[in-house]
């Protein structure tokens, strides 16, 4: 496992009303919901990432305004047509 060090300033807690734990917890699950939105992680990766169960993972995503589903109209209506 890898350890990634993330440099900020006290104000940037002071300002989010977070402890470093908490940002910690936030900050990945944002970067998380992100890379799952752009397609580079797949939903167990980014929960993972996160450190939460998929279904928890899931569920958040609204918090994000991440779509759980990234499938247009048309695509969804292919897949329907597929027997």
């Known amino acids: 496992m890898k350890t990634i060090k993330i440099t900020l300033s006290d104000e940037i807690l002071i300002s989010m009303k977070e402890t470093p734990e908490n940002f910690s917890r936030e900050i990945k699950m944002a970067a ?19 450190g939460i169960s998929r279904i928890s993972f899931l569920q958040s995503l609204s918090m994000y305004k991440v779509p759980i589903f990234s499938m247009t109209e048309t695509e969804l209506k292919q897949d329907l047509n597929n027997p």
């Open 32 to 50: 998380a919901a992100k890379f799952y939105e752009m397609g580079k992680l797949s939903s167990g990766r980014a929960a993972e990432l996160a």
